[in-house]
């Protein structure tokens, strides 16, 4: 095991490390990519959280006049932003509610991952030896 070494220097960075976050946020936003892309995820959360309120129909519920007369999908119209499936569904509907589903998998899966590579890491940190050398692998 290694020993701990200390220093007569108090472990204060908090000024540093801001200024280092500042530094490193004013960069990433002054690439146009980056811009783009933040407010493309931006965009994407946004209509995800307020699916509730901007869906015009229950993305569920067949609509009979969501087919043609010989039941065949409608195209977009006025009423059905992006048309409607084979169900006669409200397509736009059904992609704003997709969206939250989307998001909470997605989200789950990033908690699931941090919470085992951290445990993992914690073992392998704590034990040392061989299990920090195959873990680290």
Do not use: C
Not at 51 to 79: C, K
């Amino acid at each position: 095991m290694t020993q701990a070494v200390q220093s007569g220097a108090p472990i204060a960075r908090t000024a540093e490390q801001a200024a280092a976050r500042r530094k490193f946020s004013a960069r990433l936003l002054r690439r146009p990519r980056a811009r783009v892309g933040l407010a493309m995820v931006s965009l994407v959360v946004l209509l995800a959280i307020f699916a509730p309120i901007l869906a015009p129909n229950d993305p569920i519920r067949q609509f009979r006049d969501g087919l043609s007369d010989v039941g065949t999908p409608l195209a977009p119209n006025e009423r059905y932003m992006m048309g409607t499936d084979h169900l006669g569904r409200d397509m736009w509907s059904r992609v704003l509610y997709g969206a939250q589903i989307s998001l909470t998998i997605s989200l789950l899966a990033n908690l699931t991952a941090a919470l085992i590579g951290t445990s993992v890491g914690m073992i392998a940190g704590y034990f040392g030896g061989w299990i920090d050398y195959v873990v680290m692998r």
